[in-house]
């Protein structure tokens, strides 16, 4: 078999597999067999490694294909290979499986009523679209995103749990018609998060924080709140920046592996971690592995997670610039660099905050 670098796949309903070449080995022998072509002893494994090799030439380990992706490659591979029976085998059997999938999806009759509620309230396309992008939240039961009506009825529940009965009834029926209507709109971070998100983390239901670096740990505090969903605006003006230490010379000494930790903390820790050791001389280097693939979902906050790419990119980013600056502070260009690195690596991770607001 071809060596492998893509580690898994993902499913049409969402759900990440484990990535098996056999799979593809089986369907292109299957294929052969129904017309009668080529070598089955030698050929499926043959034209499966070569499909491996395509797919890791054209994706990078980072990412994580979809069934889709690899059964278009496979489809490629039949028609450059020259095994045209196979291949046109292979795309007849997709579209009837596609047409069987198509048939099968049945939209419950609940779902199409909250459906057509939900689209009443928006007075054009383009409006409906940034809803379900940016506020609609991933139901996992039902494999599908909530309507508008849900998620003014998650809002509500959330106020309802905070406030209980300092509100009336027929208040709280109030402010969700107003919210349904657009007449009145609540914070728009906690549209998007109330119920486990803003429960796990209350940061997620804030706009807007500010922070003026001046001491080691605020670059990673900056990534917190970002990757929590506030945007962050801050400030490099030099009063501030010359509070952060001189960055000493690299004495060659190394520090134990960092793992880390699959979370904001984690992330926010390693940051901390190797900015310390920089500045101090020392060296660091980090373990990967326990951070989820690109494309995994992320249950609590929503959205999909960018895999260990950018945070690899953003420890890189941020050891060249200290290192480059040994025997001096940062400047504040240096430091304006290393915060719109952090906002890069959260806009890639999906969270809709970056830095938004910068003085010198």
Same mark, same amino acid.
């Given at each position: /078999? ?6 898994? +796949? ?17 369907? %292109? ?13 030698? @050929?499926?494994? *043959? ?32 028609? %450059? ?12 059997? *997709? ?40 506020? =609609? ?5 039902? &494999? ?8 003014? @009825? ?33 914070? /728009?971070?906690?549209?998007? &998060?109330? $119920?486990?998100?803003? *429960?796990?983390?209350?940061? =997620? ?29 801050? &400030? +490099? ?8 230490? %001189? +960055?000493?010379?690299?004495? $060659? ?5 960092? +793992?880390?930790? @699959? =979370? ?36 609590? /906050? ?19 610039? %200290? ?25 890639? $991770? ?11």
């Amino acid at each position: /078999m071809a060596k492998l670098t893509l580690k898994s +796949v993902r499913k049409r309903d969402g759900r990440m597999v484990a990535f098996d070449q056999k799979r593809i080995t089986k369907a %292109i022998y299957r294929a052969m067999q129904h017309v009668g072509e080529g070598n089955l002893d030698k @050929d499926p494994l *043959r034209l499966s490694n070569r499909v491996i090799r395509e797919l890791t030439k054209r994706y990078p380990s980072s990412h994580i294909p979809t069934v889709e992706e690899i059964q278009d490659v496979v489809e490629e591979t039949l028609i %450059i290979m020259d095994f045209p029976k196979t291949a046109k085998a292979y795309i007849l059997y *997709r579209h009837e499986r596609a047409r069987i999938r198509d048939k099968q999806k049945l939209v419950p009759e609940r779902v199409k009523r909250l459906v057509q509620e939900s689209k009443k309230y928006f007075q054009n396309a383009l409006g409906e679209f940034i809803y379900y992008r940016t506020y =609609s939240r991933w139901i996992e039961e039902e &494999s599908r995103r909530e309507t508008w009506v849900e998620t003014v @009825d998650r809002y509500l529940d959330f106020m309802r749990e905070n406030l209980g009965n300092k509100l009336k009834e027929t208040e709280y029926q109030e402010i969700r018609e107003s919210i349904l209507n657009f007449q009145a709109m609540a914070s /728009m971070r906690l549209l998007w &998060s109330p $119920g486990k998100a803003a *429960r796990t983390n209350n940061l =997620s239901a804030y706009n807007c924080a500010y922070i003026a670096p001046d001491k080691l740990t605020d670059f990673a505090e900056i990534m917190y709140l970002l990757m929590s969903g506030t945007g962050v605006g801050f &400030s +490099v003006e030099n009063q501030n920046i010359q509070q952060l230490p %001189i +960055v000493e010379h690299q004495t $060659g000494k190394f520090l134990p592996t960092h +793992v880390i930790g @699959d =979370s904001k903390e984690g992330w926010g820790d390693a940051l901390t971690l190797g900015i310390k050791a920089w500045y101090e001389g020392e060296d660091v280097k980090f373990d990967y592995s326990k951070i989820r693939p690109a494309g995994a979902r992320l249950k609590t /906050m929503g959205g999909r997670s960018s895999g260990p790419e950018p945070l690899h990119s953003l420890l890189d980013f941020v050891r060249k610039k %200290i290192l480059n600056n040994q025997g001096r502070r940062l400047s504040s260009i240096d430091v304006h660099d290393i915060i719109c690195k952090i906002g890069e690596l959260v806009v890639n $991770g999906g969270s809709e905050k970056k830095c938004a607001h910068l003085s010198f």
